[in-house]
C-alpha cells in the first residue's frame, strides 16, 4: 500500500513537472512569436537564459536612476556592465533589440533587459533645442535640460549622431559599437538610455550627421578629399577645415549606412548637415577627383546627385524614415552664396521630409536681401523676409508641378502642350535635380533654425537674449509657420525666451 502510495505521489509530481514545462514552453513561445502578450510600449520582458523563466514588468527607471540600484518586480538592478553582458539578441516581432551591454543581476543570476525600438511620429509643429554631447553627458545638466522641454512648449531635441569632428560621440548596443568602434568618442556612454528616457516623455529625437566635414573620415581616406589645383594637396579653408568631394561614392555609402544604423537605435529623423561645396572654392584652383566640374552649375547638378542617391538609399533600407537636411539660409533668397555651394531650394524641398535653413541673423552682411541695417540687430525683419521668400518660391514650384500633372493628364497630344511640357520638364531638372517630381511640396517643409548664442566670430557681435529669441519666434509665426529649431552650440539656452 505504502509503494502503491508512493508510486502515485511520483506520477503526481512528474504530472506537474510536466505541466509546469509545458506551459512554461508555451508562454516562451508565445511571448516570442507574439510580443503584443507584454501589453503597451512601456512594458518590458526579463528573459533567464539558464531557466528561460519569464516576468514581465512595467519599465519603471530613467537615465539617472539606471547607474545606481533599482528594484521593479523582483529583479534589482545592481550594475550597469557595458558590453560584459553575455545575452544573445532575440529577434522577435516587436522585441529586435536585446540590450548587450546592460546586465541586471536579480536575487539569483544574470538576466537580460529586453526592448523593442519605438519611434515617436513626427508632430504637425515641432519645436526643438539642439543638446550637444557634452551637456547629455553631463547628468545633472541633461536632467535639467529635459526638465526644461517638460515645462515648455518644446517637443523635440537635436542631438549629434556624427558632428564635424567625425568621432560619434556615443555608444550604443554591442553591434553598434563593434560596427564603429574605431570612431566612437563614447562621451554618452549610456545613449539607448537617454533615447529610452526621451521617448518615455514623449520627446521627438531628431539626430544629426554633418556629411561633407567629417575630420575623421578625411583623416583616413585622404583620396575622398577635395584637392587643390596640383590634385595632390588637400584644400583648406581660411579656417585650415577640410572637405569631402560630395561626388565620392564612399562617402555616400558610408553616411547612408550611419543613417540607419541609427535609425535602428531609435532616433526618429536625421538631419543631415553640411550638404554642400565649401562657400570659397575656386573652380580654376581646386581638383574635385569625383564632382569634377566646379562651375556654378557643376557643384549645383553635384549636390543634386548627392541629395538624391542618399535620401534613396536610406528609403531602400527602411520604410517611412524621416529625412531632414540643414541648408544655407539664404536659400529661398537663391543668393550667390548659395549658389556658390551647390544648394538649391527645390532639390531639398522635394526630396527630403524638412528643409532646416539656417536663419541666424548673425550670419547675414550688411545690407542683406534689402535690409539697410546690421541683420544681427534685425532679426524679425531678417526671419520674416527670408521665410516670405520661402513661400513664394513654394508657391511657385507647385504651380509648376501642378501645371505638369495636368499636361500629363491631358491626353490630347497638342503639339503647343507637348513644348510647354518639355520647358516645365527643363525647369523641374534645373530646379530639383529631376524631372519626376508629382508631389506638391507644404509649406510644413520648412523647418528654420533660429539663433540663440552670441557670435562672437562676427565683426561686431551682439547680445542674443529674449528680446531677440522672441522676435525670431514671432517672425516664424507672423509668416504662416509653425515650426522652428533653436541653436546654441553649448545647449544654454534663454528659458525666458521659451514659452
Known amino acids: 500500500m505504502k509503494d502503491l502510495k508512493k ?43 539558464r531557466d528561460n523563466e519569464i516576468a514581465t514588468a512595467r519599465k519603471k527607471f530613467d537615465f539617472a536612476r539606471a547607474l545606481s540600484r533599482v528594484e521593479f518586480d523582483g529583479c534589482e538592478l545592481i550594475s550597469v556592465d557595458y558590453g560584459t553582458s553575455t545575452c544573445s539578441s532575440i529577434e522577435t516581432g516587436g522585441f529586435s533589440h536585446c540590450l548587450d551591454l546592460v546586465t541586471l543581476r536579480s536575487r539569483s543570476e544574470p538576466e537580460c533587459l529586453i526592448y523593442g525600438v519605438e519611434h515617436i511620429k513626427t508632430p504637425d509643429v ?76 514623449n520627446i521627438y529625437i531628431i539626430g544629426r550627421i554633418s556629411l561633407l566635414r567629417d575630420d575623421w573620415f578625411a583623416a583616413r581616406y585622404p583620396e575622398q578629399l577635395l584637392k587643390r589645383a596640383n590634385k595632390k594637396d588637400a584644400w583648406k579653408n581660411f579656417d585650415g577645415t577640410v572637405w569631402l568631394d560630395p561626388g565620392s561614392p564612399n562617402v555616400l555609402n558610408y553616411n547612408a549606412q550611419l543613417a540607419v544604423d541609427a535609425i535602428n537605435l531609435g532616433f526618429d529623423e536625421v538631419n543631415f548637415d553640411y550638404v554642400r561645396f565649401p562657400g570659397n572654392i575656386s573652380e580654376t ?51 550667390v552664396s548659395t549658389q556658390s555651394v551647390g544648394q538649391t531650394f527645390g532639390t531639398f524641398l522635394t526630396h527630403f521630409d524638412y528643409v532646416t535653413p539656417i536663419f541666424y541673423p548673425s550670419y547675414f552682411p550688411y545690407g542683406f536681401i534689402g535690409i539697410d541695417a546690421d541683420p544681427d540687430e534685425q532679426p524679425f525683419s531678417v526671419i520674416s523676409e527670408l521665410l516670405d521668400r520661402s513661400t513664394q518660391f513654394i508657391e511657385q514650384l507647385n504651380e509648376t508641378i501642378e501645371e505638369r500633372n495636368e ?28 524631372n519626376d517630381v508629382t508631389q506638391v511640396v507644404s509649406f510644413d517643409t520648412v523647418r528654420p533654425w533660429l539663433q540663440d548664442f552670441i557670435c562672437f566670430e562676427c565683426t561686431t557681435p551682439h547680445d542674443y537674449g529674449v528680446r531677440e529669441v522672441r522676435a525670431e519666434k514671432n517672425a516664424v509665426y507672423n509668416a504662416g509657420y509653425d515650426s522652428w529649431m533653436l541653436w546654441n552650440p553649448a545647449a544654454q539656452y534663454t528659458t525666458k525666451a521659451i514659452d
Not at 516562451?28 to 526579463?46: D, M, N, S, Y
Not at 569634377?292 to 527602411?318: E, F, P, Y
Not at 499636361?407 to 535635380?433: H, K, M, V, Y
Request: proline fraction near 3%.
Open 285 to 335: 584652383r581646386t581638383y574635385a577627383p569625383f564632382s569634377t566640374d566646379l562651375s556654378l552649375v557643376g557643384k549645383a547638378r553635384a549636390i543634386q546627385q548627392l541629395v538624391i542617391q542618399l535620401t534613396d538609399k536610406v528609403r531602400d533600407n527602411l520604410d517611412g524614415v524621416v529625412l531632414s537636411a540643414t541648408t544655407f539660409g539664404g536659400i529661398s533668397a537663391a543668393t
Open 407 to 434: 499636361i500629363l493628364a491631358d491626353r490630347s497630344g497638342s503639339r503647343l502642350l507637348s513644348i510647354r511640357f518639355n520647358e516645365i520638364e527643363e525647369a523641374l531638372i534645373q530646379q530639383t535635380g529631376t
Open 126 to 201: 515641432v519645436r526643438a533645442i539642439y543638446l550637444d554631447p557634452r551637456s547629455l553627458a553631463d547628468l545633472e545638466e541633461r536632467k535639467n535640460l529635459i526638465q526644461l522641454i517638460g515645462r515648455s512648449e518644446l517637443n523635440a531635441v537635436v542631438i549629434d549622431i556624427k558632428p564635424e569632428s567625425g568621432w560619434i560621440p556615443f555608444s550604443a548596443d554591442r553591434e553598434f559599437n563593434a560596427k564603429y568602434a574605431d570612431q566612437i568618442s563614447n562621451e554618452i556612454s549610456d545613449m539607448l538610455f537617454v533615447i529610452e528616457t526621451l521617448h518615455d516623455r
Open 7 to 49: 508510486s502515485y505521489s511520483r506520477l503526481y509530481l512528474l504530472c506537474s513537472i510536466c505541466i509546469i514545462s509545458a506551459a512554461a514552453f508555451f508562454l516562451i513561445h508565445e511571448i516570442k512569436t507574439h510580443p503584443t502578450w507584454l501589453g503597451e510600449a512601456g512594458v518590458v520582458a526579463l528573459f533567464s537564459e
